[in-house]
């Protein structure tokens, strides 16, 4: 009996270390399908339109990734 309930004790602390692990994949996932997005949207836009927003290309992934990320 000893075994099973140490089994289970050990059992309950794993499966919510894989939740937890999925759950932030799926989280960081989400954030880089929106970086990915947003990337490809200013990708998208011409020069001009770019420097209307005071947005040079080469500061794209620069300017999503604190957006996105925060950091």
Request: proline letters at 1%; a positive charge.
């Amino acid at each position: 009996m000893a075994h099973a309930l140490t089994a289970n004790t050990i059992t309950f602390p794993i499966i919510a270390r894989l939740r937890g692990t999925i759950e932030d994949f799926r989280a960081a996932r989400a954030l880089r399908r929106e970086y990915d997005a947003t990337c490809a949207q200013l990708m998208a836009m011409s020069n001009r339109d770019l420097n209307d927003i005071n947005i040079r290309r080469g500061d794209i992934a620069d300017i999503v990734r604190k957006h996105v990320y925060g950091a």
